[in-house]
């Protein structure tokens, strides 16, 4: 019989937490509980020295160069784009560094509206759960060319309704983007299934996967998605470094989102016509000290293992939300199925607005993130105008989680009279609902 080793069997977050500069920085006047991966992770000294060496050692213009530091950066460069194709199990052919996931999702709209993909007689189907950086790209190319954009609705609980979701995906359907996992309530969606729906009826998907990736490996020839978005700074890389992954056959077939140099093969006045993949879509000098720093942090993540990251995250939330239901003056959002909620959690003190929430943890030194997390439509499907969220990575402690539920019990202490009058949204939800 063979027993293979638990996930967690050689991973230290104490010795993890040593990786990351800023959670030592010895010039803060307090303790820091960072709750706030989902908004941006901190940065390993991996991450920061290889961008740190690229700038010392090859820092020099990409593809033009006939000299030796021109050759050094565009190696650099290239291999930081292999990395990540590995990373992810993708053609690297199909692999664009972009700034991060909105732009990626931008170049999505663009290429496919442009090139006559999306005319008045087609629609494009969204989710109540997006982030407006799947929301807005789209209503952009609307105003162009008219098409009908349909959003898939979600059940009171906020998980998607896949009755209507299979109504939607037939025609005048032509593409369905969507998130693979909601930054406000935690909930991953139904994505294969959901692909092979759309791929039956024809359809296109593009996944914006920016929350995914810090929290599962996603393989792109399993997932079988057409586009795929992600930030780098996301998941322990530097800012400034994102990608968009889509089919070689359909890129190829899209059009340039930026023009310029590096993207061309000839112009003309009267004509250009554009380099072959990936660079028809990297116009301009691209950010290679970015590229090579999300490639240090591919490394870095496969150096932890995803099982390991899982895991330990698992268990962080399952502590997390216990002690968010222990409270009775909380309000979480999602399933009532907690093993459904990963990475992030979205909840309100009854009667407190989350802004108060916010400044109340900070002064306890934990960082959260309030307010409507750029995701109105189901701020609405909610019924609050914002919420509190905290998120959790490899680096968090269930130390930090128990400061949160300190500072939240300051709250509940400070605006008591506040939380014993006032109803609770939650109970407004189930009526409105009813
Ligand atoms: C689900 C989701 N999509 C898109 C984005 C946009 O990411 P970025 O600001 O890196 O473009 C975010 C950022 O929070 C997100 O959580």
Known sequence: MTTSAHPLAHFDV????????????????????????????????????????????????VHRGVHELGDAATSRFEHARHRVARFLNADPRGLIFVRNTTEALNLVATGIARQGGLMASDRVVLSVLEHHSNIVPWQLERSTHGFAIAAIPLHPDGTLDMDEARKLLAPPTKLLSITYQSNVLGTVTPLKELIAMAHEAGILVAVDGAQRVPHARVDMKDLNCDFFAMSGHKVYGPMGSGILWGKPELLSSMSPFLGGGSMIDTVTFERTTWAELPQKFE???????????????????????????EAHEKDLMQHLL????????????????????????????????????????????????????????????????????????????????????????????IFGQVITQHTSPASQMEHRHA
């Open 14 to 61: 104490q010795e993890i937490r040593k990786d990351f500069p800023i959670l030592n920085d010895g010039t803060r006047t307090r303790p820091l509980s960072y709750l706030d991966s989902a908004a941006t992770s901190q940065k390993p000294a991996v991450v920061l020295n290889a961008m740190h060496d690229y700038y010392v050692h090859a820092n020099a213009n």
């Open 283 to 309: 116009a301009g000098t691209p950010d290679v000290a970015a590229a090579v720093g999300l490639a240090a942090a591919c490394d870095y993540i496969d150096s932890l293992t995803y099982e390991a990251i």
């Open 322 to 413: 216990h002690m968010l239901d222990s409270l009775p003056y909380i309000d979480v959002y999602g399933p009532n199925d907690r093993e459904r909620i990963v990475g992030a959690v979205s909840f309100n003190v009854r009667g407190v607005h989350a802004h108060d929430v916010g400044t109340i943890c900070d002064r306890h030194g934990v960082a959260i993130r309030v307010g409507h997390h750029c995701c109105q439509p189901l701020m609405r499907h909610l019924g609050v105008p914002a919420t509190a969220r905290a998120s959790v990575a490899a680096y968090v402690t269930h130390d930090d989680i128990d400061s949160l539920g300190e500072a939240l019990a300051d709250v509940a202490s």
